[in-house]
């Protein structure tokens, strides 16, 4: 076991956003010992395994592109 690794069992991990992937889902990141978590659908904590990096990226897809629609709609809207 390394001295980060007992840093974060006793004080608890340090984590800091690494990624917004929509409004409510985010990637963290622990500055200790870079374990990673994220945000699941009903908004809980949980390990960021390979299977969610990959439901993430998709979520982050789909957000952009609502989010770019949106944005071509209201400047369409504005114009008329
Ligand atoms: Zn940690």
């Known amino acids: 076991m ?3 690794k007992l840093y ?4 608890g991990h340090n984590y ?6 929509t409004k409510h889902v ?8 870079k374990k990673q978590l994220t945000t699941d659908s009903n908004g809980r ?3 960021l395994t390979p299977k969610y990096q990959d439901i ?8 952009n592109n609502r989010i770019m629609r949106l944005k071509q ?8």
């Open 45 to 47: 904590l949980i390990e």
């Open 73 to 80: 709609k209201s400047l369409h809207s504005s114009i008329c």
């Open 26 to 33: 985010k990637e963290y990141t622990c500055k200790c010992c």
């Open 56 to 63: 993430n990226s998709a979520l982050e897809r789909v957000y």
């Open 8 to 11: 974060c069992d006793f004080f």
């Open 2 to 4: 390394t001295p980060t």
């Open 16 to 21: 800091e956003i690494t990624k917004k992937v």
